[in-house]
């Protein structure tokens, strides 16, 4: 729940990341330097993207990686955010705002919006700010002016009813108080717009866990966890947060981009593997976990699962499985998986999704296609996925942890 409520933006998560692995020892690298003397155990950071990494104790045999994202759907701040009364008369003041991802977007209605991201200076400067209080909202229509909402279904226009307020009767233009805030000279930005309401145990028997950004920081939270317990072997553990997963992965960022290719390329070096055939036989005896969280069991939406294939919050992590590939699991890599839960006394579960159902995408083929190397997809199960506010079992995330510190063991 720390994690979460530290990590409003993804470069905000990987600065999380970055900040949990620094108290255990591990020693963050630029990309731009020379990588004569690499740690034992290291990072690198691009934008909102991580690579952590735990060398082998010898010459390493094989890499074993745990892939997840640190981004998730929600509402972007417009370049030029100021917007001009909708309406002649009207004295609000709202925010221009792009969507990102695939949005729930009724969920962002009526949530006090704080902003999160980064700043960038004229010069080229860069600069995490976190405005974490109320600033902005996405009222809505009151039912009397919209009386048969409730039978037809509420139908919102993604340009025009997603603009939040954030002012009356303001003469300061946005940019100008975004500096005044955060004490610099905001340029240019990246900012996301998120509910302030912090992560918060559930139930009366306090089983759940409901917070923004689940999917997937839990997944961040535990790789960095299991990464930062583990302990050297006859393989480079890597644990791998790319960005902008929820937009396709096609950045410098992304799991479609080069970014794990090099590091891999540059530990293989400084682990003195030095002949491309020797590079090649260590992909081809290397796995991946590609980590991104599951669709349990509606409770009042059952027909929208398969009967046997729905997995329950607080009973572990679910394999995923899809034959037209959108996840990558195979029968091998599936049951990779299954022992290394066995090990660690983790329940697991399995996820397929209806026919009639298509189900999403992960890191796990982008990864699996760009390396060659064999890949499992797994992930807590939760509800209400892409809401402005999630809900998954308390149990899980230590559960996904565990497995994945027996994996790196």
């Known amino acids: 729940m720390d994690f979460l409520d530290a990590s409003p933006s993804p470069w905000h998560a990987a600065e999380t990341a970055a900040t949990r692995l620094g108290s255990a020892g591990f020693v963050e690298l630029s990309e731009t330097d020379r990588w004569v003397d690499v740690p034992d155990r290291g990072l690198v950071r691009r934008g909102g993207a991580l690579i952590a990494w735990r060398l082998a104790d010898g010459p390493p045999a094989s890499l074993r990686i745990v892939g997840a994202h640190t981004d998730s759907p929600g509402l972007r701040i417009h370049p030029h955010a100021d917007q001009a009364p909708s309406s002649r008369g009207s004295n609000w003041n709202q925010l221009g705002v792009e969507i990102y991802g ?9 949530r006090d919006l704080g902003i999160a991201g980064r700043v ?11 405005i974490a209080e109320p600033v902005a909202r996405v009222p809505q229509l009151a039912i009397h002016l919209d009386r048969d909402v409730n039978d037809r279904g509420l139908v919102l226009d993604r340009h025009v ?3 939040p307020v954030w002012a009356t009767d303001f003469d300061q233009p946005f940019d100008r108080w975004l500096s005044a805030e955060t004490g610099t000279e905001a340029a240019f930005w990246e900012l996301c717009l998120y509910d302030v309401q912090k992560a918060a145990i559930l139930g009366a028997n306090r089983s759940l866990i409901a917070s923004g ?23 480079i553990a890597v644990a791998a947060l790319f960005d902008h997963e929820e937009v396709g992965s096609a950045s410098t960022a992304g799991a479609s ?7 891999i390329d540059r530990l293989l070096s ?3 593997v030095d002949t491309t055939d020797d590079r ?8 991946c976990i590609s980590a991104d969280n599951a669709h349990a069991i509606h409770p009042n939406y059952p027909h929208r699962h398969d009967s046997g294939h729905a997995p329950l919050v607080n009973r572990g992590p679910a394999i995923k499985f899809n034959a037209n590939q959108r996840y990558a699991t195979d029968a091998a890599t599936a049951a990779l998986f299954q022992r290394r839960c066995e090990e660690a006394g983790v329940p697991v579960q399995a996820y397929v999704s209806r026919n009639n159902v298509p189900c999403g995408s992960t890191i796990g083929p982008l990864t699996a296609t760009r390396l060659g190397i064999a890949t499992v997809d797994v992930g807590v199960p939760q509800l209400s996925m892409h809401s402005a506010r999630e809900l998954c079992g308390a149990h899980d995330p230590g559960h996904l942890r565990d497995a994945l510190g027996a994996y790196w063991s």
């Open 102 to 110: 695939g949005v729930l977007l009724n969920s962002w209605l009526d």
């Open 213 to 235: 950004r689940l999917d997937n920081q839990v997944s961040c939270w535990a790789a960095v966890s299991a990464l930062a317990a583990s302990a050297a072997g006859g393989h």
């Open 257 to 263: 981009g080069p970014i794990l290719h090099t590091v």
């Open 161 to 163: 009813q997603l603009r």
């Open 120 to 130: 960038t200076s004229a010069d080229g400067s860069s600069t995490l700010v976190d």
């Open 280 to 287: 090649h036989r260590i992909l081809a005896s290397s796995s």
């Open 270 to 272: 400084a682990g003195g």
